[in-house]
């Protein structure tokens, strides 16, 4: 009988783990990133302001906050809407996105109206990746097919 109460409360405790979802556990589930991506936020830009992978797959974007305001950084498209915390001026996040298709999708600092104050830029995907373009006022990277 005393063998029962031991095992009691192990399995008690067993039951307690898991589920939480926080962003540790989703981005272990989107495996390990296949590139990173230096990403530096002022007013009111994102430099570079496109970047290009080759293929789908899960990608880090470094963001810097080298401003004076606070900003952050979201990836939407295609299924796609993450972003980071808030990040005041002189921090850095990062943002591990997995980007399953090929196609274009917005980045963007959401807070207030930084979007639309120029705050944003593009990330392609696939075969669409291989222009590279450079447009005025805009820094492009294009990343290493893998």
């Given at each position: 009988?005393?063998?029962?109460?031991v095992l009691v409360p192990l399995?008690?405790?067993?039951?307690c783990g898991g589920g939480g979802?926080?962003?540790?556990?989703?981005?272990?589930?989107?495996?390990?990133?296949?590139?990173?991506?230096?990403?530096?936020?002022?007013?009111?830009?994102?430099?570079?302001?496109?970047?290009?992978?080759?293929?789908?797959?899960?990608?880090?974007?470094?963001?810097?906050?080298?401003?004076?305001?606070?900003?952050?950084?979201?990836?939407?498209?295609?299924?796609v809407e993450d972003e980071t915390?808030?990040?005041?001026?002189?921090?850095?996040?990062?943002?591990?996105?997995?980007?399953?298709?090929?196609?274009?999708?917005?980045?963007?600092?959401?807070?207030?109206?930084?979007?639309?104050?120029?705050?944003?830029?593009?990330?392609?995907?696939?075969?669409?990746?291989?222009?590279?373009?450079?447009?005025?006022?805009?820094?492009?990277?294009?990343?290493?097919?893998?």
């Open positions: 009988m005393r063998r029962v109460w399995l008690v405790l067993a039951g979802g926080t962003n540790e556990s989703k981005q272990s589930e989107q495996g390990a990133a296949m590139q990173s991506v230096q990403i530096s936020e002022k007013e009111y830009s994102l430099k570079p302001s496109h970047v290009s992978f080759a293929k789908a797959g899960t990608y880090e974007f470094k963001v810097t906050n080298d401003g004076q305001i606070t900003h952050a950084l979201e990836i939407e498209g295609n299924g915390e808030d990040i005041e001026p002189g921090k850095t996040a990062t943002l591990k996105v997995s980007l399953s298709k090929a196609g274009s999708y917005e980045m963007y600092c959401p807070i207030d109206s930084h979007k639309e104050q120029g705050m944003k830029g593009s990330v392609t995907v696939g075969a669409m990746s291989g222009g590279g373009e450079t447009t005025t006022n805009q820094t492009t990277t294009t990343a290493p097919g893998y």
